[in-house]
């Protein structure tokens, strides 16, 4: 790929002047097994500062299944709260080496954690939290809701609303929303929009219920891509179609229009 193929100059204006992204911990991991590859952090920061530089406001909430999964373990046994809240320490785990990378390239950042940990983080308070997106920093947000029993898929939801952003951008590692497991059917077919009563009726597991409501209830549209991708969340944010476009009203609408909205 041509690494000037794809520049802020050339894409032009953004349309959407503030967003959520939603990164997974499993996406951190690269070809790795467990943990994080630190090239695809390093490669996520140039992709964030890329947006930042178009003068949209950036709010991230990071998951942390590279190196802990609440409901995985509380299968195997343990106790459900104490999973999910190991869970938190992990994305505030990868929080940090977001924010650390994402400094290196050069952007102002803020951590907020919906738990106290006052020698890393700020804790989340929603007027501050805007009022760091309004002077142009990336506000990251580790620990979830602060709560077990849900999940980062519903924190991004929660923070996107209460920060009012314009869209949930799920950055994955496949194209978009598929009819079935693209990792295991090789028939699955690529959605380029769909209703979120589709996704429901379909069982399409985009995200849990619990966030997929908030969405639905707040007309908040979401964007599933490919966060790998060099140069995708770039074209996301310009209005391209790229991934899947989870819209709310009777008619599809386009990636322009959403982001016009």
């Known amino acids: 790929m041509n690494a000037d193929a794809d520049t802020p100059a050339r894409l032009g204006r953004p349309r959407y002047r503030r967003i ?4 997974s911990g499993e996406a951190l991991m690269g070809q790795k097994a467990y943990g994080i ?38 299968r195997r046994g343990m106790t459900r709260a104490h999973a999910d809240y190991m ?11 977001l924010q650390d990378a994402l400094e290196q390239a ?17 804790p989340f308070i929603r007027r ?47 194209e978009g929303v598929y009819s079935a497991d693209p990792e295991r059917d ?17 069982d399409l597991k985009v995200m849990d219920m619990t966030a997929f409501t908030l969405c639905r209830e707040a007309g908040l549209p979401i964007v ?3 966060m790998n991708k060099q140069g995708n969340l770039l074209r996301v944010v310009c209005g391209e179609p790229v991934g899947t476009l989870v819209y709310w009203t009777e008619t ?7 982001a016009q909205a």
């Open 20 to 23: 959520l992204l939603k990164l």
């Open 37 to 74: 590859d630190w090239d695809v952090l390093e490669a996520y920061a140039q992709e964030i500062r890329q947006v930042v530089q178009l003068g949209v406001s950036v709010g991230i909430v990071i998951g942390g299944g590279n190196i802990f999964r609440g409901v995985q373990n509380a």
């Open 87 to 97: 869970g938190m320490l992990a994305t505030m785990i990868n929080a940090m080496a």
């Open 106 to 122: 050069g952007l102002d950042t803020r951590l907020q954690s919906s738990i106290k940990m006052e020698q890393i983080a700020e």
């Open 128 to 174: 501050r939290a805007i009022r760091h997106l309004e002077k142009g920093r990336v506000v990251i947000f580790g620990a979830g809701t602060g709560n077990p029993y849900f999940t980062t898929d519903t924190a991004a939801a929660l923070r996107a609303l209460e920060i009012e952003a314009d869209v949930l951008l799920k950055g994955t590692r496949v």
């Open 186 to 202: 090789p028939e699955a077919r690529l959605f380029t929009s769909i209703h979120g009563r589709e996704v429901i009726r379909r």
């Open 224 to 226: 599933v891509f490919n």
């Open 252 to 258: 599809p609408p386009t990636f322009a229009e959403v």
